[in-house]
């Protein structure tokens, strides 16, 4: 039976997540052999567990049709893959960092920034492509990890690394500069699936695409005074329109409808003003529309 192949993050920080998006996706694994490899029992699907960094390569070379890893691990790998969909976790930066005292010598006349310095990542090719763009001429350190120490240890003068919350280089006395890399997780392909596997692929999407939709909504259900429900419309677009059911009272309906996240708390402030009560917040596992 043909089989679409993921290649995904063995263990680190994407590979909960992106287990978890697949599990609400209603995929059942057989867990037999994490260190390698899963199979799907209910749908046409095979995990490979790998190093995320070596993702893009698997699914360039053809040993695996699909990758989720970070659109960083791409960008520096330089393959020419397709990204299929955003997956919405694992955001981050690659930003330039430097020493908070080099900061004070620039603003007193020091050299002019980042010429001449030594700058230590693990993203070589992405910061040569800034640098180059920038007409930067600085010297780059490729380390494989604890990039953060190298200023303090006098290794480098600067570092080029991943921040998310930015507690890192707090940690480490450095300051951000310069964000010249925006990463999310991304599922990535060649583009070149046989007919049976992109049928096998648009199936997997639309399963995974009820899961990612559902999480930028939540579910409302709420009372209000019947007289009220003209302005509702105004406030609850919903996805075509608010459901209204009668209560015992008369006087009263019960609104359920669907709402954006991104406006959840604005839109809770509105209904309230007025006079909506019993306002019940539900998450929703799955939206198909
Ligand atoms: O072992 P394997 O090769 O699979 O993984 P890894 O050790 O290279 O990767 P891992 O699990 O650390 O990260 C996998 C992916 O997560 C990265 O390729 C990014 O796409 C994404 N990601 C998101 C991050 C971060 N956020 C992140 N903050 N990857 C690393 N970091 C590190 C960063 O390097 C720095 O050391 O976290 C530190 C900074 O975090 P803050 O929160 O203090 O700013």
């Known amino acids: 039976m043909t089989t679409l192949k993921i290649a995904i993050q063995k263990s680190g920080r994407l590979s909960e997540k992106t287990f978890t998006l697949l599990e609400n996706a209603g995929f059942q694994f057989e867990m037999t052999d994490r260190s390698l490899m899963a199979k799907c029992r209910n749908f046409p699907l095979e995990l490979l567990f790998l190093r995320t960094d070596d993702i893009p390569e698997i699914v360039a070379d053809g040993t695996s049709d699909l990758g989720i890893c970070g659109q960083n691990s791409i960008a520096e790998k330089g393959f020419d893959l ?89 940690m ?15 599922l990535v392909g060649t583009g070149n699936l046989s007919k049976e596997k992109e049928n096998i692929l648009q199936d997997f999407l639309i399963r995974i695409g009820a899961v990612l939709l559902a999480k930028k909504f939540k579910y409302i259900v709420m009372n209000l005074e019947r007289k009220d429900i003209p302005k509702l419309t105004e406030i609850l677009p919903g996805l075509k329109s608010p459901t209204i059911t009668s209560l015992a009272d008369e006087n009263w309906v019960s609104v359920s409808t669907v709402v954006e996240e991104k406006i959840f708390w604005a839109t809770i402030g509105k209904l309230k003003e007025i006079g909506a009560e019993g306002i019940l917040v539900q998450p929703i596992e799955k939206l198909i529309i």
């Open 82 to 170: 397709k990204e299929i969909e955003k997956l919405g976790f694992g955001k981050c930066r690659l930003s330039i960092a430097v020493p908070e005292k080099l900061i004070s010598s620039f603003a007193t006349g020091g050299e002019p920034f980042l010429n001449g310095m030594r700058i230590a990542t693990s993203y070589p090719n992405i910061l040569q492509n800034y640098l180059t763009e920038k007409g930067i001429s600085a010297e780059i350190i490729k380390l494989s990890g604890s990039v953060e120490i190298a200023p303090n240890i006098g290794t480098a003068d600067a570092i080029c690394d991943l921040v998310s919350t930015g507690s890192t280089l707090k």
């Open 172 to 186: 480490n006395g450095l300051v951000e500069q310069e964000e010249i890399f925006f990463s999310e997780s991304v």
